[in-house]
Every structure is written in structure tokens, then in C-alpha cells.
């Protein structure tokens, strides 16, 4: 474990997939011992560092518990990249959940985090007690999967952290406004340098394999077992939009809000996919409805 200070640990847990044991990374705030926990999910090529903000405005109210993906950041990453499924991601978060020793949770999901957030809200016995989803329903924009599917996948390196933070912050342009000193620290969470000092993500590209596999018809009968988890919801859910969102239409949030668990919505100007959490308002928004 590696201790960056008394209140913030990186530690790892062991999980079981089909190819066997892999680690998966996690970051963890505020007091060890405290068993009020939040876990905070980050979007499909994103890391635990997402929530840093968020989680120093809550860890003298939670212990925070910030998981890495498995194939992200400092998580190991499989052979088989047909695994990178979220069901396989639900089963790891089990795992973590079970090693945090606490009896219920509340939980934020960005983007894929939601989804995964979704799946295990609707099971019977869910830990789950409040959840924050964030640009994430149960309706599949095939565009935009096909958008962020596109960059995903692309093997691409850069000889200085200038040009890679470049390349960072032009996909990244649907986040919204952001100053330069977090767009710095936006980019650096999900660069690294490789073994000749060249400059790559910090995810495995193979992610994109199944994304790219998902055809309109796939969409559709996900879409179903979706909004099917998404209606088996009973815990309070806040529902976090940002207005020029690809990902999640109005009408589908505006859906959200009036079936399952009647979602309390909030959307956030000149912002796409996803808010970043990093913003005052978008940190009040979540502290407000998880503190009330």
C-alpha cells in the first residue's frame, strides 16, 4: 500500500473473473475505520482520481472508496478483453463492497459507473442506500457509444505530455468549461509514460473490442434489461444531466424522473458528457442530496 497521506491510501483487492485472479486498485479517503462509505465509479476510460475533489469535500463525513476498473489506471488488465463487461465490473464491485465491511453504502456512478451503479441498485439485498448517477439511463445512444468507441480504441502515443494533454482535452471537450489547472490534472489522471518515454493512455485500448461490437439491435435489448433494473430501483437516486449531454437525452432523463425510483433531476449549463464533478455546484448538488 502506498500512502500519500494519513487520510488517503491506495490499497487493491483480489477478484475472480472467468480468466482467474486479478487485482483491482482503489483509492480510499478520509477515517479507516469509519463505516458510513461512499463509493464513487468513474466512466468507461476514466480513472479514481475523478473524484478527488468530491472526495475531499465528503471524507470528513465518509470514508470514500474510489475504485479503478479493472483495465484502468492502476487495476491489472485482463487477456481476454471480451471480459471488460459490466457484469464482470458489478461482480468486482461486490468484492470491494464486502472488503469495505460496511453494511450499506451510498454510491455515485459517472457514465459507465451508473450503469454499473444501476445493476446492482436493483438487486434484491442491494447495499445501495442512496445513489448519484451521473449522465447515465437505461437508453443507449448507439451515436455516441459509437463516438467515444471510436477514440477508445486508437493506439495512439505522444513524445511530450503537452501533445498527449492535447489530444486529452479535444476529446474531452464535451466536459464543458474547465480552467487550466484542471484541465492539467483532467489529462495527467489518465496519462502515463511507457517503458521508452513516450506518453499513452492510461487504460487498456482493448476496452473498445466489446463496445465496438454493439450493434442498434444489441442497443435495443440492452436498453430493455436497463430500464427493467432501472424500475427495480427503491433507494433515493439524483440524477445528474449535463444539458448538451449526447449520452443522455432530456427525454430520457425527464423519463427518469417519473417511473422506477423517480430520479431528482439537475442539469448543468454548457456541459455534454459528463460533468466532471469538479465544479462547486456539481460538488453541492451531490453533498446536498447525500448529507439531507
Known amino acids: 500500500m502506498a500512502r500519500l497521506s494519513s487520510q488517503i491510501r491506495i490499497k487493491s483487492v483480489q477478484c475472480i473473473s472467468p480468466e482467474g485472479l486479478h487485482h483491482m486498485a482503489y483509492k480510499e479517503w478520509g477515517a479507516s475505520d469509519n463505516r458510513n462509505v461512499l463509493i464513487c465509479v468513474h466512466g468507461v476510460t476514466r480513472v479514481s482520481d475523478d473524484f478527488d475533489a468530491l472526495a475531499s469535500a465528503l471524507s470528513g463525513r465518509y470514508r470514500v472508496i474510489c475504485p479503478d476498473i479493472v483495465g484502468r ?40 459507473g451508473g450503469m454499473i451503479g444501476m445493476g446492482l441498485a436493483a438487486l434484491k439485498e442491494s447495499p445501495i442506500r442512496k445513489m448519484v448517477l451521473n449522465d447515465i439511463g437505461p437508453v443507449l445512444n448507439v451515436s455516441a457509444l459509437g463516438r467515444i468507441g471510436q477514440y477508445i480504441g486508437q493506439p495512439v502515443t505522444f513524445s511530450s505530455y503537452a501533445e498527449a494533454a492535447g489530444y486529452i482535452r479535444s476529446i474531452s471537450a464535451t466536459f464543458g468549461e474547465h ?15 511507457d517503458k521508452d518515454g513516450r506518453w499513452v493512455k492510461h487504460y487498456d485500448i482493448s476496452l473498445a473490442v466489446p463496445m465496438q461490437a454493439i450493434t442498434p439491435e444489441l442497443a435495443q435489448a440492452s436498453q430493455l434489461m436497463l430500464w427493467a433494473a432501472y424500475d427495480a430501483i427503491t433507494c433515493p ?35 455534454g458528457h459528463a460533468p466532471t464533478l469538479v465544479h462547486p455546484d456539481q460538488i453541492a448538488a451531490i453533498t446536498g442530496f447525500l448529507l439531507e
Open 179 to 193: 480552467t487550466d489547472e484542471q484541465w492539467h490534472k483532467l489529462c495527467s489522471d489518465v496519462l502515463k509514460q
Open 237 to 271: 437516486v439524483l440524477l445528474l444531466r449535463g444539458k448538451e449531454s449526447d449520452l443522455l437525452s432530456q427525454e430520457t432523463a425527464i423519463e427518469m424522473t417519473g417511473r422506477g425510483p423517480r430520479a431528482r433531476l439537475i442539469e448543468f449549463e454548457k456541459v
Open 73 to 112: 489506471g492502476r487495476s491489472d488488465w485482463f487477456r481476454n478483453p471480451q471480459h471488460y463487461q459490466v457484469q464482470q465490473y458489478a461482480s468486482d464491485l461486490v468484492t470491494l463492497i464486502a472488503r469495505s465491511d460496511a453494511d450499506s453504502i451510498s454510491y455515485v456512478g459517472t457514465s459507465m
